[in-house]
């Protein structure tokens, strides 16, 4: 949620805080600014709406220098426009700033500032940040200034901070992530590391409560007590083709088609002649009496799914809470639980703030998190690496799959420490599954025509039972969130009990009707849309005559064990909502509105 890139070097500043913010634009994208330093003049551009407004901005082209902060924005507070977008300056305009998350107390600050003369220009709560620096930038440094103005601060901020006699840029931290880039007498800061890796792989991940100095010779980090911290440099293992479209339309697509290969590595080194290996330190794995699987979004729709497997295979009881939820409902969680908190981008501020609370309240948790050294990854006790590579597309897609691969392989490893037997079969089938999501790829060019006889409708019913339930769920989310038609997703039975009231000939439903044990009560739910001349398309995996009298469009996903049907049944919904996003020409990799990492509450 919103993107912060800075540069400090020798070379100029402007290509690579525009190329920075290209990168990091998944986070936010309703506006964006970028201020350089330059004869002791700050510089300042911003516009509304993406960032190739800013790109394609003439001013843009004049300025010079080689130090600079940008941003580019998901709006919080005030409107997308000009005025609200960041860099905020002070009045005399010798200080910037560019924030990512929420001051929360920003009211009484802002009044108090007002008081002593302070004029404000935006209605956002970051702006207070600039006015505090300048207040206390008296007879110090600038980073005691910003760490004096944090310590009136309450909320979350990524932060950066420039002045216009310095060349160097002060960063801060608390909930909302920063990774310093470490070059030759240059220097980068972002908000994720993906934008560094054009630049650099030596990275300093800043955390929570900690300030740094960055220069083009050197950095100094200390915490909010004052205290120098020792720098941390870590290897980035990120290749810069991973964060390229290659030659696919949109970012989506290729996550879509890379899920063979995701799924693979999310597999690899993990599943060994019929037996899980993952390193979990925790301790007493074998008492845990529970499981609360906590996530938001399409990551709670995967911790419905472990539901599923670890009741089924492991035999323990499971919970699954929206973890905005969780947390605060003040959860009854005891000893022996194990929080399990599921997140792609591992910063979503909501599976962040519900996994502290429950390692509060004595649980033990582990994080199954896709984005090494993210918050969440660094949070839990223990952990899972989904290695599904960078998502950049805003609907996830292939972290979805890792994630219910990952779930698999943690029902799998309870249920082996709980002595529970699973069938060998379902070893193989495991062994194959990249080999079947591969397959059911190909199903891509089908997917397509069904779309364009449906694309124009306003108006869709997923439906699915059982372990395949979140799918549908799933299916109509990603419809919702890239083509903007409404969808609800509902257990096939419940349908009756409210949903069917929206059924006529005019409404497409989408059956999730792959065999298994629920396959004949979905076909007579099937029967029951059908009776009411609704529309239906049904994911199947078997020809069924019954089928081709009730379903007015089929589409084939890949037989496979039940446990493991969701992962290849939720791809064709991921290319069905993609295909008719693209016939609606929409943009699909940065849907109005969202953002792919919420930093907020
Ligand atoms: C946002 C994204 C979703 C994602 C959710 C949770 O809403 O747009 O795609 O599922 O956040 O994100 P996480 O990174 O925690 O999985």
Not at 7 to 15: H, K, S
Not at 269 to 282: A, V, W, Y
Not at 441 to 470: C, H, Q, T, W
Request: charged share 25%; proline share 3%; hydrophobic share 40%.
């Amino acid at each position: 949620m919103c993107g912060i890139i800075g540069y400090v070097g020798n070379n100029a500043a402007i290509p690579i805080l525009i190329g920075g913010l290209e990168s990091l634009e998944y986070r936010g994208y309703d506006s964006a600014g970028v201020c350089v330093l330059n004869k002791s003049e700050l510089q300042v551009v911003k516009n509304k709406g993406k960032v190739i407004e800013i790109k394609n901005d003439k001013r843009i082209n004049l300025i010079e220098g080689v130090c600079g902060i940008a941003h580019t924005r998901w709006a919080t507070h005030g409107e997308p426009n000009e005025i609200n977008a960041h860099p905020h300056t002070n009045s005399s305009n010798s200080i910037a700033v560019v924030h990512n998350g929420i001051i929360e107390n920003y009211h009484s600050l802002k009044r108090l500032l007002e008081k002593e003369g302070y004029i404000f220009r935006s209605e956002t709560d970051s702006e207070v940040l600039v006015h505090l620096v300048e207040k206390f930038y008296r007879n110090c440094s600038l980073g005691s200034a910003v760490l004096e103005a944090l310590r009136l601060v309450e909320g979350t901020f990524g932060l950066a901070v420039v002045h216009k006699n310095k060349n160097e840029i002060i960063a801060a931290r608390r909930g909302s992530p920063l990774v310093i880039g470490l070059g030759d007498n240059e220097a980068f800061l972002a908000s994720d590391a993906t934008a560094l890796v054009k630049y650099t792989k030596r990275v300093i991940y800043l955390k929570d409560n900690e300030i740094a100095i960055i220069n083009n010779k050197e950095i100094h980090i200390k915490n909010f007590d004052g205290e120098n911290v020792s720098l941390n440099v870590e290897n980035l293992k990120l290749e810069v083709e991973q964060i390229e479209k290659g030659s696919y339309k949109h970012f989506m697509l290729k996550e879509i088609f890379e899920q063979p290969d995701s799924v693979k590595r999310t597999l690899t080194g993990r599943l060994k002649n019929s037996r899980i290996k993952l390193s979990l330190n925790l301790q007493d794995i074998r008492s845990i009496q529970r499981l609360i699987l906590v996530g938001c979004g399409t990551s709670w729709h995967s911790a419905l799914i472990g539901k599923y497997l670890i009741e089924n295979m492991a035999k323990i009881p499971v919970e699954v809470d929206y973890a905005s939820e969780f947390r605060y409902r003040r959860p009854l969680v005891v000893r022996n639980d194990l929080v399990v908190g599921i997140s792609q981008s591992g910063e979503t501020a909501d599976t962040l703030a519900a996994v502290r609370e429950a390692k509060l309240l004595g649980a033990n948790t582990i994080g199954l998190v896709n984005v090494v050294g993210s918050s969440i990854a660094r949070e839990c006790d223990s952990g899972i690496y989904l290695h599904a590579g960078p998502e950049i597309g805003v609907a996830s897609t292939k972290a979805f799959t890792s994630q219910v691969t990952a779930l698999l392989l943690l029902a799998l490893y309870l249920a082996e420490i709980r002595g529970e037997k699973i069938e060998e079969n379902l070893f193989r089938e495991l062994e194959n599954l990249p080999k079947q999501v591969k397959e059911v790829l190909s199903e891509a060019d089908n997917v397509r025509k069904v779309a364009e006889k449906y694309y124009k409708s306003s108006n869709f019913i997923f439906l699915g039972r059982g372990i395949n339930y979140p799918v549908a769920l799933e299916g109509a989310l990603k419809l919702k969130e890239i083509s903007y038609i409404h969808a609800e997703g509902y257990p096939a039975a419940e349908m009756k009990h409210g949903p069917i009231a929206l059924v006529d000939e005019n409404m497409p439903t989408v059956f999730i009707c792959t065999k298994d044990s629920t396959y004949d009560k979905i076909i007579s739910n099937m029967q029951e849309i059908k009776a009411r001349k609704g529309k239906i398309i049904a994911l199947v995996n078997e020809i069924d005559p019954r089928l081709s009298v009730l379903a007015d469009d089929v589409i084939f996903s890949q037989k496979t064990d039940e446990f493991l049907s969701p992962i290849v049944n939720s791809i064709p919904l991921q290319l069905f909502a993609y295909f008719i996003a693209d016939l609606k020409g929409l943009d699909i990799d940065k849907p109005r509105n969202l953002a792919k990492s919420v930093t907020i509450e």
